[in-house]
């Protein structure tokens, strides 16, 4: 048996990305209907999977709930893992240390420089204890997302600090801040607001966004594969984008309303008309074909 982090689930399954260059899902779901339609479709495109709540969910289900998602996803036949998002509050990871999480994301944004250093190690530490491995963010990224706060302006990273920034909290997974937004996206979109490509068009270097250009790009060379990067900020993104952030060394993609804005739409056309059996059924179908097509876009199919 390998030892930790090597033998916790989350690890393998961005690693395996990594080696092999494509990215994982980490599909955000609030309800049964959306871990039965990541596992659903995880089993159906045999590709590996990461279902990922909210502190949102700690309070409103409980640990109860998180064991059952744990169960569900521990006993698909494709490898898929459960992780918490933007863990914020400390007492809300020390509450997720207790639960059958493979992985948290410590969100330490709130705090200065130093303060976000020793809340991440912290939890890093404490997740070694447990096997549960830990993705930060470093820098901030605009926007939110449910039950999260809105931030105003981004601060992005620096590729020249990552490599320490990393050996001194000890994460495995780092978010860059690197002009990705949490949805929806400002006009112009992710192909306006990223800066992945340090190769662009005489207007670009031109314009005020030229001294960030290729800045992912830096951010994964600075690192290299041995601490994958995720992405946030994917709503929407054009397939071309995704694609293009995976050739810059994102290995984990966040996804939420991308893939259930079709189930939220038949819902609120259907609530009422059909029983709830054949509402969940159908939901759950047409929850996990969308997770299927981004399996495709992310090049996960048949990787499990
Ligand atoms: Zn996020």
Redesign the pocket.
């Known amino acids: 048996m390998s030892s930790f982090p090597a033998s916790n689930r989350t690890y393998q399954i961005i690693h395996d990305a990594a080696k092999r260059g494509y990215a994982v899902g980490g599909y955000c779901v609030y309800n049964t209907d959306g871990v039965l339609a990541v596992i659903r479709a995880a089993e159906r495109c045999r590709s590996p999977a990461i279902i990922q709540v909210f502190p949102w969910t700690l309070h409103f289900q409980g640990r109860h709930f998180i064991q059952f998602i744990a169960s569900a996803a521990h006993g698909a036949t494709v490898p898929i893992s459960v992780h918490l998002?933007?863990c914020l509050q400390p007492s809300d990871a020390d509450l997720a240390l207790d639960c059958a999480f493979d992985s948290i994301m410590v969100d330490g944004s709130m705090f200065d420089e130093e303060q976000s250093i020793a809340y991440v190690k912290r939890i890093v530490e404490k997740g070694r204890e447990k096997g549960i491995t830990i993705e930060a963010e470093l820098g901030r990224?605009e926007g939110g997302?449910d039950g999260l706060p809105k931030i105003e302006g981004s601060l992005l990273t620096d590729p020249k600090g990552v490599k320490s920034w990393v050996e001194r909290t000890g994460v495995h997974f780092l978010a860059p801040s690197f002009g990705n937004v949490?949805g929806p996206y400002p006009q112009g979109g992710a192909e306006k607001w990223w800066q992945v490509d340090r190769y662009v068009s005489m207007l670009d270097r031109l314009s005020y966004r030229r001294a960030h250009y290729g800045r992912l790009k830096e951010i994964y060379e600075a690192l290299g594969p041995q601490t994958p990067l995720v992405l946030?900020g994917t709503h929407p993104c054009s397939d071309d984008m995704f694609k293009t952030g995976i050739a810059s060394g994102i290995r984990k993609v966040?996804l939420n309303r991308t893939v259930r804005n079709g189930y939220m739409n038949f819902l609120s056309e259907e609530s009422g008309k059909l029983e709830l059996t054949q509402l969940q059924e159908r939901g759950v179908q047409i929850y996990s074909e969308e997770v299927e097509r981004l399996m495709v876009v992310l090049g996960s199919v048949g990787k499990a």
């Open positions: 998002d933007h990224m997302e949490h946030h966040n």
